[in-house]
């Protein structure tokens, strides 16, 4: 059985609106199908399943806003994966014979039984504990109180304060008491372990406190349009206050970029048509590829390069708002390809029907402001990405070629690197790439 | 409906009648037709060459069921209990297990070696002890632990097939119960443990005889609002990682059920095998239920407070899931 | 065609492009990239609606020539 729960869609997303089920119980659903939209601050968002199986319970009506972690659905993946490997549900037969029927029959009641019957209807007053157990807890420096024994009535056992000496020491070096699974999940869910309330064994923090995590932000924010503001601030305060952000910047003589691109838009049908902003995002994407200390997500305290490139798009949203949802595998397809991707991702952007996959997974950002007109941008970073490339507007500027000052159109480039990944030299080196890429457009 | 000892029985006919390599050999397998029944008939079948008694003497009649297989026969042989099989564990592991390895590939060693294990019956401590851990220690010989009707029959017909040495453990509560046997059905492979009930609260990993133990604690905790779900591993040498993993990863909580004694056992091996490749999949600690470490008691309540019952497993699962 | 009919089809499209717009009023002089922050791949789209609608097409260098609602109009009507 594997839980569908609330995604995680951003590092400060706390809630999300379950907008529509796009399965209905018994649906047979695939890894990478879109199952659920999920309104949040960044607007509405297809979210894909990452299991395979069958849809066994929907948890949660359409219209419900549930925290982030919340069990939205049941997925049956038992019955698909028995199907489908070795270990079969094979079903055994009952022990018929009187003497087997004997060994697995509990002697509930039988006298002289040294088994435990249980603890329940036993008034205590005050822990039941031997005179040994009482003298190690004295050693051992902790309390019987609220210590649940293991031993016959609920007696604590010298085995039950072997745990109990444990924690006490651990506790004391600030060591989150938490199960490995539930680690990992808060992690996978940005969730901070050592805010979470602990139920399980000696305040351990299972998977089902974090599953509860409620949202602990300030009070909902009115309008859509607020609310992903409240989410930006987010993420660019974290970003401006944990990463030691460098830049540098280049101007690139789009000449040849330009005159190419105005020979090949003459050339083809006015559908195929490119604009110059996909040569620059494919350049992007080709430099990133001999310069992977860029395209990387910062995760646990280290930068993990990532093998494919996917460059998120900066899309403003006309009205106010920004996300920058990815374009996978940019440095790979046809510039016709990538024109047409490019323009299917900006349209589902503006009209809030982005996936979840598209929202989290880009590798660096790049942000263009040119077409209004700035020169220069200097971006910050979109945490947990470690750069971020910055593109000015494209303007007629005196440069000396050959020795000679001509007009070229020129547009000025800026990198934004995190500090604890790369430095300055690699930004420049990753720029001059850039510069080299612009220059043979014909080979994007 | 079969009994348990009748499908090993069949399976032995079976083989008998099929391939005139294999033979069967025994302590009182023959005219008394077996400790347990299980080969009632089979020499006045079979005569007294392929169905023999054998002297008291373990060492003995394994190692000519070793000889024998090296040089071509398909034996089968039946020792009485696995304490008694110590006598022979120096032709197992100096012999049977080592003869590939030591001839460089020129030697196998295909012999089947059956033998009941397990307590329950009050035949005390030298008749009750569960020591298939020592055979699941061994690398060069194979280990199954038939917990079904149809598993006893299949996994017989299985282990004469190999051409490595396989050890066969049946749970001497097993040999009277009763279940569907389809002896025309392809049979799954017996080196893949089985889901025997799908859950999704807790992982009851068993064996043999406490397969059986695990699903009653299942049904027990089905009431009490806990899906469990029972893994059979069928084969504890080589074990199948993939079906434990597979299932604590979905569960996320284990409770391995063990009649051996906990120190050193196959639970041990399954518990670290989880904190070693599931560690990040653990929600609670690992539990085992395993006999208590004392020489098998004679009386009854005290046999029955050693060994893994259902209270205890469903106390275990319990305190997984809801802690405390 | 009426210069009516194409204002229709012009507007049309360009709601088509930039949905959120079509509340606004749009002044007929007005640079369009400015009026309603167009940007380059949004008057590409209106170009390629404008050629879906109305079989016109307009080459690049003359998209100075469409940069208000008023002038596209006129430069679609001797087109079309």
């Given at each position: 059985m594997a839980e569908f729960v609330m995604p995680s869609l951003g590092a400060d997303m706390t809630t999300g609106v379950l907008a529509t089920w796009r399965v209905a119980v018994g649906d047979h659903v695939s890894q990478g199908d879109i199952i659920a939209e999920v309104e949040t601050d960044k607007g509405l968002i297809e979210v894909e399943v990452f299991e395979t199986g069958v849809v066994e319970r929907l948890l949660v009506e359409e219209g419900e806003k549930v925290p982030v972690g919340t069990v939205l659905a049941e997925i049956d993946t038992v019955s698909v994966s028995a199907a489908e490997s070795v270990p079969a549900t094979v079903p055994v037969s009952e022990p018929a014979s009187a003497t087997v029927s004997a060994t697995v029959s509990v002697p509930a009641s039988a006298p002289g039984s040294i088994l435990s019957a249980g603890s329940s209807e036993v008034d205590l007053d005050g822990p039941l504990a031997s005179p040994a157990v009482r003298r190690r807890a004295h050693e051992l420096d902790v309390s019987l109180q609220g210590i649940r024994g293991s031993g016959q009535h609920g007696r604590i056992t010298l085995d039950d304060l072997v745990g109990v000496g444990r924690r006490a020491r651990s506790g004391a070096s600030e060591r989150v008491r938490i199960s490995p699974y539930a680690r990992r999940m808060a992690a996978e869910r940005g969730l901070d372990i050592s805010k979470l309330p602990g139920t399980g064994p000696g305040g351990a923090i299972q998977a089902s406190d974090v599953r509860s995590a409620k949202a602990s932000g300030p009070s909902e924010p009115a309008s859509p349009a607020e609310r992903m503001q409240r989410v930006i601030a987010a993420a660019m305060t974290r970003a401006n206050d944990e990463i030691p952000h460098y830049y540098v910047e280049q101007s690139i003589d789009m000449g040849n970029a330009l005159a190419w691109l105005r020979k090949s838009n003459a050339s083809v049908s006015v559908n195929e048509r490119l604009v110059s902003g996909v040569l620059v995002l494919r350049a992007v994407a080709l430099a990133l590829r001999k310069h992977k200390s860029l395209n990387a997500t910062w995760q646990g305290g280290q930068a993990v390069p990532s093998e494919e490139v996917h460059v998120g798009l900066a899309v403003s949203l006309r009205g106010g708002g920004l996300v920058a949802p990815a374009l996978r595998n940019t440095d790979e397809g046809s510039l016709t390809d990538l024109m047409a991707r490019m323009t299917d991702l900006v349209s589902r952007a503006r009209s809030g029907a982005l996936r979840s996959s598209e929202i989290t997974s880009a590798t660096i950002t790049l942000t263009s402001l040119g077409e209004r007109g700035v020169e220069s941008v200097t971006p910050i970073i979109f945490p947990p990405q470690v750069a971020i490339v910055g593109c000015g507007a494209t303007l007629e500027r005196p440069w000396v070629v050959d020795g000679q000052v001509v007009p070229r159109p020129v547009m000025r480039v800026t990198l934004g690197g995190d500090h604890r990944v790369s430095n300055g030299h690699r930004g420049a080196r990753f720029l001059s790439a850039l510069d080299r890429l612009l220059q043979e457009p014909e080979k994007l | 409906m079969t009994s348990y000892r009748d499908a090993v029985r069949t399976a032995l006919q079976t083989l008998l009648r099929e391939d005139p390599r294999v033979f069967f050999m025994g302590e009182d397998v023959g005219r008394y037709g077996g400790p347990y029944a299980v080969s009632k008939g089979l020499q006045e079948e079979f005569g007294e060459d392929r169905v023999r008694d054998t002297p008291l003497c373990e060492s003995t009649f394994v190692g000519a069921g070793i000889g024998a297989a090296l040089g071509g026969m398909r034996p089968i042989v039946e020792v009485m209990t696995v304490n008694f099989s110590l006598l022979a564990l120096d032709q197992v592991v100096n012999n049977a297990a080592v003869m590939r390895h030591m001839s460089g590939g020129q030697f196998e060693v295909p012999i089947a070696v059956r033998m009941a294990t397990g307590g329950g019956k009050q035949i005390a401590a030298q008749h009750s002890h569960s020591l298939e851990n020592w055979y699941a220690h061994v690398p060069g010989i194979k280990v199954l632990a038939p917990a079904t009707v149809q598993d006893a029959h299949d996994m017989l017909l299985a282990a004469v097939e190999d051409p490595d040495p396989v050890f066969i453990f049946e749970h001497q509560m097993l040999y009277g119960i009763e279940g569907p046997l389809d002896t025309k059905a392809t049979p799954p492979s017996p080196w893949k443990a089985a889901i025997r009930r799908p859950g999704k609260d807790v992982s009851l990993i068993a064996y043999g005889g406490s397969v059986h133990k695990a699903l009653t604690a299942a049904e027990d905790l089905e009431k009490e609002g806990v899906s469990a779900e029972v893994v059979d591993l069928r084969s504890l040498r080589p074990l199948d990682r993939d079906t434990i993993i597979g299932s604590v990863s979905r569960t996320h909580r284990a409770v391995v059920i063990d009649e051996a004694w906990k120190t050193g056992s196959l639970a041990s091996e399954v518990s670290a095998i989880l904190a070693e490749e599931a560690f990040y999949e653990l929600d609670a600690p690992v539990a085992r239920v395993c006999t208590?470490?004392?020489?098998?008691?004679?009386a009854k309540h005290l046999e029955e407070a050693a060994i893994p019952q259902v209270d205890r497993i469903v106390a275990a699962a319990r305190r997984s899931v809801v802690g405390g | 065609m009426t210069s009516e009919e194409i204002r229709a089809i012009l507007l049309k499209c360009l709601t088509d492009v930039a949905p959120e717009i079509a509340d606004e009023e749009i002044e007929d002089d007005a640079d369009l990239r400015d009026e309603l922050d167009l940007d380059s791949m949004d008057i590409l789209r209106w170009v390629q609606g404008i050629h879906k609608a109305l079989g016109v097409e307009i080459p690049e260098e003359d998209y100075g020539r469409i940069a208000s609602f008023e002038d596209a109009v006129s430069y679609v009507a001797a087109r079309v």
């Open positions: - | 208590i470490e004392v020489p098998m008691p004679y | -």
